[in-house]
């Protein structure tokens, strides 16, 4: 229980932190290129480029409908330093978890240094590369596919874990529903269906080697 709520501590700095310096950075309002598109799109739910991102254009509605600012391109653009902490965040119970399983579970403190350091130090890492940053602080969909995309691997890992218990199934059905939803913002989802049909085969069925 100790390392249990460690844990979730340093999850929730990973998160603070990686908020507070997407918020402080965020563009103030549009920014030239197809964030314009998408909270003009949003708040008026029009149609943007193809394939379109429904899901995007809702929940940037509900952002423009915010009383926070009078600036309705900088309601939108909020949606994106939360979506990409959160990312950072899930990033952080992956890597936590993936060492974990490589080296088994935490007994010492050396042990909690060694995991949760690897967590910190890999997702505070992430939350600061150009890319990831880049699309944290204005309107667009890449911020939000990432998101689900560090969902749906959490979501895999944690099944793994839990594939011998009875009704594992429900982490596959909650798997395929974020996919789902995914594929209303972007299509880069859809890469992680190979991950999840590995995890799913490695577990359930016995690797022969030729």
Not at 73 to 78: C, G, I, M, P, T
Not at 111 to 121: H, T
Not at 150 to 155: E, F, G, S, Y
Not at 164 to 182: C, H, P, V
Request: hydrophobic share 55%; with cysteine.
């Amino acid at each position: 229980p100790k390392y249990i709520n460690i844990n979730r501590i340093l999850g929730a700095m990973t998160f603070l932190i990686s908020f507070i310096v997407y918020f402080d950075t965020m563009a103030p309002s549009v920014s030239y290129w197809d964030c314009g598109e998408f909270i003009a799109v949003s708040y008026t739910l029009g149609v943007p480029h193809p394939p379109g991102s429904p899901l995007f254009l809702l929940l940037g509605r509900i952002a423009s409908m915010l009383p926070i600012s009078e600036d309705i391109a900088f309601r939108v653009n909020l949606l994106s330093p939360l979506a990409s902490a959160f990312s950072v965040l899930f990033l952080y119970f992956i890597i936590v978890q993936l060492v974990n399983h490589w080296r088994g579970k935490i007994e010492t403190n050396t042990d909690a240094l060694i995991v949760f350091g690897a967590g910190l130090v890999g997702s505070l890492t992430f939350a600061f590369t150009d890319s990831h940053w880049f699309n944290a602080v204005e309107a667009e969909v890449y911020a939000f596919s990432t998101f689900f995309t560090a969902i749906v691997v959490w979501l895999a890992l944690l099944w793994s874990e839990k594939a011998d218990e009875k009704g594992n199934e429900r982490y596959i059905l909650i798997i395929a529903y974020m996919i789902g939803l995914a594929t209303g913002l972007h299509l880069l989802n859809l890469l992680t269906i190979p991950f999840v049909a590995l995890i799913i085969y490695f577990k359930k069925f016995k690797f022969i080697n030729i």
